[in-house]
């Protein structure tokens, strides 16, 4: 089954959200960013879709080795 996936991630000063190959928009902070990707990811699988939302880790700690994806309501940890 296919899964339509927003991601949301860091690039200098700001906050992207993308779908499929395309930036959504800029944001300035996480939180901004992230709501506007959950809002369109219920959008979307309220028809039936689904759909992710990946959110990549900032700053000194993150970890390259993890990351979150979001599905529904339910965090999975995926391990590279």
């Not at 902070?29 to 309220?46: K, L, P």
């Not at 993150?62 to 994806?69: G, I, K, N, S, Y």
Request: with cysteine.
């Amino acid at each position: 089954m296919h899964m339509d996936r927003f991601v949301v991630f860091q690039v200098e000063n700001e906050w992207l959200v993308t779908y499929g190959d395309r930036t959504q928009i800029a944001f300035a902070t996480r939180e901004e960013a992230e709501t506007s990707a959950f809002h369109a990811a219920d959008a979307m699988a309220s028809t039936g879709r689904a759909v992710s939302v990946l959110i990549m880790p900032d700053g000194p700690d993150a970890d390259p080795e993890h990351h979150t994806v979001l599905s529904g309501c339910t965090p999975l940890v995926r391990l590279n």
